[in-house]
């Protein structure tokens, strides 16, 4: 686990900004009959005219710039020609890198008019996502966010994703330590100043269970049931932390 120091903090918060940036940006473009590659599209173009690269697209051979996952895909969405509808809910991940360095956020999205319970989950995700955010200090430990996320989801009846977990980030997209969103307090590494993370609640508004698709990477709630993800990249401060996927 690296503990980054205050330029490396400096350029993460660089490839952040535009990362929250592009994020307004496709925001605009959100509307029933848009297909999900041109959202892909929007992003792309806009990470390039900064000077920063999409890093999301080749990881592992994944094909688009952006992570764009609709109503019951949980995570690793391919863009493609599925136009999303009114009533839909559409979840924005990816990661821009600039100077060498990560950042990773992901938002979820309404698409015109959504049902009192999606809007509800979606309300929520975002509340467990700083739920988490907020016991984040030195001298706490990882665990101490992951139940933080669970106890919230719990309280307000949604489930957590277990097979996917946040982590850590700089100059590699996913770095040590993993962060679940679920389990025991007080258990798991010592949080230190100058640690990045990715915190990343995935809840479902009815049961946990995912499977895999057979393009081997999108993943759907097994009950077909919605599904909601946000994401911000953090660094642990001296008495708490600091959003470095923000203004």
């Given at each position: 686990?690296?503990?980054?120091?205050?330029?490396?903090?400096?350029l993460?918060?660089?490839?952040?900004?535009?990362?929250?940036?592009?994020?307004?940006?496709?925001?605009?473009?959100?509307?029933?009959?848009?297909?999900?590659?041109?959202?892909?599209?929007?992003?792309?173009?806009f990470?390039?005219?900064?000077?920063?690269?999409?890093?999301?697209?080749?990881?592992?051979?994944f094909?688009?710039?952006?992570?764009?996952?609709?109503?019951d895909?949980?995570?690793?969405?391919?863009?493609?020609?599925?136009?999303?509808?009114?009533?839909?809910?559409?979840?924005?991940?990816?990661?821009?890198?600039?100077?060498?360095?990560?950042?990773d956020m992901t938002?979820t999205?309404?698409?015109?008019?959504?049902?009192?319970?999606?809007?509800?989950?979606?309300?929520?995700?975002?509340?467990a996502?700083?739920?988490?955010?907020?016991?984040?200090?030195?001298?706490?430990?990882?665990?101490?966010?992951?139940?933080?996320?669970?106890?919230?989801?719990?309280?307000h009846?949604?489930?957590?994703?277990?097979?996917?977990?946040?982590?850590?980030?700089?100059?590699?997209?996913?770095?040590?330590?993993?962060?679940?969103?679920?389990?025991p307090?007080?258990?798991?590494?010592?949080?230190?100043?100058?640690?990045?993370?990715?915190?990343?609640?995935?809840?479902?508004?009815?049961?946990?269970?995912?499977?895999?698709?057979?393009?081997?990477?999108?993943?759907?709630?097994?009950?077909?049931?919605p599904?909601?993800h946000?994401e911000?990249?953090?660094v642990?401060?001296?008495?708490?932390?600091?959003?470095?996927?923000?203004?």
């Open positions: 686990m690296d503990i980054k120091s205050e330029r490396e903090i400096h993460m918060k660089e490839a952040g900004h535009i990362n929250y940036l592009a994020h307004k940006e496709v925001e605009k473009y959100i509307r029933p009959g848009v297909k999900t590659k041109e959202l892909d599209k929007k992003i792309h173009d990470i390039i005219s900064h000077g920063a690269t999409p890093s999301c697209l080749g990881y592992e051979g094909p688009g710039s952006a992570c764009i996952c609709v109503n895909e949980v995570v690793h969405g391919i863009p493609g020609n599925r136009k999303l509808k009114n009533g839909d809910i559409v979840k924005i991940d990816f990661t821009v890198r600039k100077n060498g360095y990560e950042s938002r999205y309404f698409v015109g008019e959504v049902s009192t319970e999606v809007k509800q989950l979606v309300e929520d995700t975002e509340k996502l700083y739920e988490g955010l907020s016991v984040i200090k030195p001298g706490k430990r990882i665990g101490d966010i992951s139940h933080a996320i669970e106890e919230y989801a719990h309280q009846g949604l489930s957590v994703v277990e097979e996917l977990v946040g982590h850590g980030i700089g100059t590699h997209m996913h770095e040590d330590p993993e962060v679940p969103n679920y389990g307090a007080g258990k798991g590494p010592i949080l230190k100043k100058g640690m990045t993370l990715a915190i990343e609640p995935m809840l479902n508004l009815g049961k946990k269970d995912v499977v895999l698709l057979d393009n081997d990477w999108t993943v759907v709630t097994e009950d077909k049931s599904s909601c946000f911000h990249t953090i642990v401060t001296e008495d708490g932390y600091e959003i470095l996927t923000g203004e």
